[in-house]
Every structure is written in C-alpha cells, then in structure tokens.
C-alpha cells in the first residue's frame, strides 16, 4: 500500500469505523455523493472558522467549507447570536410574513436584474424551477447546459456531468431526457454558438454557471458571446450563481462580468449556513408563477421550496448574512480575492518549483488544482482537465496527502473563506509543499 494511504489509515481509524457502521444503514456511507471518497470519507465532529475537527481530535484546515456555502467560516458570531434571538419567534411557520417580504426586497435590490424571486430550499430546486419558468415563458422543450456544469440532481439537468461526458449521469431518468437537454462545451466558442444555433426555435433556455465546478474562468466574452446568442435564438439566459453569488462579489458573477441573465439562480452563500435557494429575475418571467394571475389551469407555472420554503431560521441567518456582506463588502471582497491569488500562486510554486506539471485554476476565493502532462497543455474547460489530467492523482494521492497533513480539500481545491488567516494560509501552503516533495517524480 502506498505511504500516503496507509498515513491515512494510521490517522482515522475512528472514521474507518463510523464507515462501516454507516454503510449498514446509507448506500456508501453518506447521504450526499461527493461527500464520499476512497478509502473511506473522514467523519468529523466539530466545525468552528475556518477548521474542521474529525471524530479522531484531528484538526484540519477546511478549504470545502460546507460545500462552498461559508463564506465568513463556519458559524460566524454575529449570525449565531441573530438566530438565538430570532430562533425564540419559530423555526418554521410556513405561513407568509413581513420576514419573507424584507429578505426578497433585499435580494431585489442587491441582485442585478431581480426584479422578482421565489425562495425553495436547496440549488437543485432552483435550477429546476428556472428551467420550468423557461419551458413555459418559451413554450419550447430545449435547454442547453455546459458539459461538466453540475447543478444540483433533477432529472434534466443530471446529464454530463463529468467524463464520459454525453451521458445521464444517473439510472432512473426518463430515456428521452437527452432529446431535450443538449450540450455546449465551456470556452468554445464556435462550438457552443453553432449549438445554440442548431437547436434555434426549440430551444427554451441556456443555462450555465460563470466558472463552473472546477472553476476554470471564462476566456474574456465566452460568457456575454452566450448570452447574446441565447437572447438571438429567442430563449432565455439563466445564470446559475449558486457558487458565485454573493462570492465573487455582492453582485456575484453578473457584476464581475457585466452580465444581465433573465434568471438568476441562488443558494450556498445566500442561506447564512441554513438551507436556502432562490430563482430571481425578469419580472414577465416570474409571474407565470402568480398564482391569482387569473390563468386556466396548467398555464401558470408551479415553483417554491414547498413545505419548508422560507423557513424562519433560514430567513433570519440569510438576511443577517447579506446585510453583513452588504456593509462591509469592501473589506471583505479584495481580501478574499488576495487569499485566493496567494493560495493558487503557492500551489502552482510547490509543485513547478519541483518540475512536476501543476494548474491551479480559480477566481476570487475559488482554487483548484490539476496535474496535467505538461505545463503547456491547454485546459479550458472540464471536458479537457477530466481528459488530460490525472484525475487519480487528485482525488486521491493529492487530496489523501493534504489530510495527513491536516487540509481537506475537494476537486484540488475548495474555497477560501474570511475566516482563513494569513496564518491558515501559510500552513496550507506548508502543507501543499510537503505534498509536492512526497510527490513521486
Ligand atoms: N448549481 C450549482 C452551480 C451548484 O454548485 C450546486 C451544488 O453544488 C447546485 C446548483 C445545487 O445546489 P444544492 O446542492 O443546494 O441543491
């Protein structure tokens, strides 16, 4: 067995046992999938700033951080005390309030181009909700997603997600699912306008996120030559900012690259650590989901997190959060930007430093690292880092070694949060340097 591995296995044996245990009562041992990784996930007990605690007392420096969502650190001061307060009135009353009013009026005037917005309670629903809008608003069956875009798990957007790419990334789904759910592919140009093209009068919308999961950036005018496109072919732009929004800015994705989507698509960040979605924009579009607009049965649009959407301690830990966000959005944005570019910076010269051909991809707060053949092959979408790079060498050899040495990572990478000190990211890079010499050449 190789040294890494076997490190692991010396270090969380508390884990490997809470795996099996788990593995009797949750397929794989975990409820979400890319929780799961070989040999066994690391089972924690604690989470507090930017640190994690596993069920063994180790500590690590957590780089996931709840999926993306903490952007301040785990459980920040101000917005637990906002819930104790708050939590006294209700957890969740699923009855409308002056708290839903305030937060959407919020979101209204912060988001570019939210002139309305439902809440649900996750991303997935989101995006699936943003779809059905458009398939109604358009009356056309088409959308478009970018091969390797993941948006959460419902059933027309579960389709290529990573390689092989083209195909439904689950059993279960209805077989003509790809008739409908067509494919472009990040940063190709000509390939992805000829699509939007092709599938013209049929397509409903596009939807697609401004980095996507290993956040690779947009080569300058990919984005806006989509949305230009989108808008010819007469369907509807939805930007998927449920990792972006509220990270790269307080106006997300859309303020840094002076887009305007007709639908916008929100969660992680937005819910202040609690579960919370949203789909916002063009008002014309929205109100198919009115329902007194007096439309006959099956011509409205149905859309809403159901039984929870709205829950009170999500209202109460989201609203705290913009606000915050809000008020000190110039301390906070320029420094995660400059955590961000130390971190890539200091990964990509672990590794060069030592010959061994390293990209570490990102925007913002967002890293990601990959380990190509040479440093001069060209990586500008997903389809190319799961083709042309050692996947294997990330997920395990890299990942594995970074947990020795007290980081968890996902993908390479993760997002740096205001919680990370200059003093977490010294000991990143420590610890990502002593990877890079462990590194078999
Ligand atoms: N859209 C994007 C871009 C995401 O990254 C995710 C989740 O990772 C989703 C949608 C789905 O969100 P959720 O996990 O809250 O359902």
Redesign the pocket.
């Known amino acids: 067995m190789e040294q890494y591995l076997s490190n692991y296995l010396a270090k969380t044996p508390g884990s490997a046992r809470l795996y099996q245990r788990a593995l009797k009562v949750m397929p794989g041992g975990i409820s979400h999938n890319p929780r799961f990784f070989e040999p066994y996930p690391l089972y924690i007990k604690a989470a507090a700033g930017s640190k994690i605690q596993d069920v063994d007392g180790n500590e690590y420096i957590d780089l996931w951080m709840g999926?993306y969502a903490h952007i301040l650190g785990y459980q920040p001061e101000f917005i637990v005390e906002a819930l104790k307060n708050g939590i006294t009135k209700g957890t969740h009353w699923g009855i409308v309030n002056e708290l839903h009013v305030e937060f959407a009026e919020d979101i209204c005037r912060i988001v570019p181009g939210a002139e309305q917005m439902r809440f649900g309670v996750?991303?997935?629903e989101a995006?699936m909700y943003a779809i059905r809008l458009a398939r109604a608003y358009t009356g056309r069956p088409v959308i478009i997603k970018v091969r390797g875009g993941?948006?959460?798990a419902s059933t027309d957007l579960l389709f290529a997600v990573r390689a092989p790419m083209d195909v439904a990334e689950s059993a279960g789904l209805p077989p003509d699912m790809p008739d409908y759910t067509k494919t472009i592919s990040f940063n190709d140009f000509s390939q992805a306008i000829d699509e939007i093209k092709r599938q013209g009068t049929k397509l409903a919308a596009v939807i697609i996120?401004a980095v996507g999961?290993y956040f690779i950036p947009p080569e300058p005018g990919f984005l806006e030559a989509i949305q230009e496109e989108t808008r010819k072919a007469g369907a509807l732009f939805i930007l998927?900012e449920?990792?972006t929004g509220f990270r790269l800015g307080l106006t997300g994705a859309q303020g840094r690259f002076g887009l305007r989507a007709d639908l916008v698509?929100m969660?992680?960040v937005l819910g202040g650590g609690m579960p919370l979605?949203i789909v916002a924009g063009r008002k014309d579009i929205m109100d198919l989901a009115n329902p007194s607009s007096g439309r006959s049965k099956g011509q409205g649009v149905v859309i809403g997190g159901g039984t929870f959407s709205g829950l009170i301690a999500a209202m109460i830990t989201g609203r705290t959060m913009l606000h915050f966000l809000e008020i000190n959005q110039d301390e906070i944005y320029p420094a995660l930007e400059d955590k961000g570019r130390r971190v890539r910076a200091g990964v990509e010269k672990a590794f060069r430093s030592r010959n061994i051909p390293v990209k570490c991809f990102g925007i913002g707060s967002l890293f990601n690292t990959c380990f190509p053949k040479s440093d001069d092959d060209v990586l500008k979408n997903i389809e190319d880092v799961d083709l042309k790079t050692d996947i294997d060498a990330r997920d395990r050899r890299f990942r594995i070694s970074l947990l020795n040495h007290g980081v968890y990572t996902k993908y390479g990478g993760g997002a740096v949060s205001f919680a990370h000190s200059d003093e977490d990211i010294e000991r990143l890079l420590a610890a990502v340097d002593r990877v890079a010499e462990e590194w078999p050449t």
């Open positions: 999926h996750s991303g997935t995006t993941w948006h959460g996120e999961q998927d449920v990792i698509t969660g992680k979605g």
